[in-house]
T-cell receptor
């Protein structure tokens, strides 16, 4: 299996621009998570989906952030408009159904820099 | 407020020098404690999950233990390839919804 796939791997944009991060979970996994990692705050859960339905979005920092999961094999995290404080590494993770549902498989991350 | 604290922030060991990493937690309803390893420039990699006090899990030179207030990750006779950041996370439940909280990690450097 290819693992969790994220794109782009690096994104540099200017303040005010729209940014879209993409994630393809592992086939057969039914939960998907979006995290943000910074030196100051560590790894923070932004939102997670179960069977394509958003379950908890309490970690989404502001209305500028939105996430969608139109089908089981694709999710997006959008920031509009972007701000310099959004600079971070964004990870997507997925987990399988059943007894191993606690085990999250992380993608390689997208390093976002907002100038 | 649910909280996860890891210590120390950084640790340098000589190869073969055993030690322990600590993860203390304050949560309202624990539904699992997890350890991950993260290498530079990569996503975290799952190591262990623990559910109840007294539980232990082992994998090669790593052993994770759990009490009601903290978890330890014991590293026995570490090798340079064990150098990484080790993250602890808890899963809690509130009104039927799971929440996941990560600690800020311990950066481990093992010197040859």
């Amino acid at each position: 299996d290819a693992g969790v796939i994220q794109s782009p791997r690096h994104e540099v944009t200017e303040m005010g621009q729209e940014v879209t991060l993409r994630c393809k979970p592992i086939s057969g996994h039914n939960s998907l998570f979006w995290y943000r990692q910074t030196m100051m705050r560590g790894l923070e859960l932004l939102i997670y989906f179960n069977n394509n339905v958003p379950i908890d979005d309490s970690g989404m920092p502001e209305d500028r952030f939105s996430a969608k999961m139109p089908n089981a094999s694709f999710s997006t995290l959008k920031i509009q408009p972007s701000e310099p404080r959004d600079s971070a590494v964004y990870f997507c993770a997925s987990s399988p159904p059943g007894l191993r549902g606690y085990e999250q498989f992380f993608g390689p991350g997208t390093r976002l820099t907002v100038l | 407020e649910d909280q996860v604290t890891q210590s120390p922030e950084a640790l340098r060991l000589q190869e073969g020098e055993s030690s322990s990493l600590n993860c203390s937690y304050t949560v309202s309803g624990l539904r699992g404690l997890f350890w991950y390893r993260q290498d530079p420039g990569k996503g975290p990699e799952f190591l262990f999950t623990l559910y109840s006090a007294g539980e232990e899990k082992e994998k090669e030179r790593l052993k994770a233990t759990l009490t009601k207030k903290e978890s330890f990750l014991h590293i026995t006779a570490p090798k340079p390839e064990d150098s990484a950041t080790y993250l602890c996370a808890v899963r809690t439940t509130t009104s039927g919804t799971y929440k996941y909280i990560f600690g800020t990690g311990t950066r481990l450097k093992v010197l040859a």
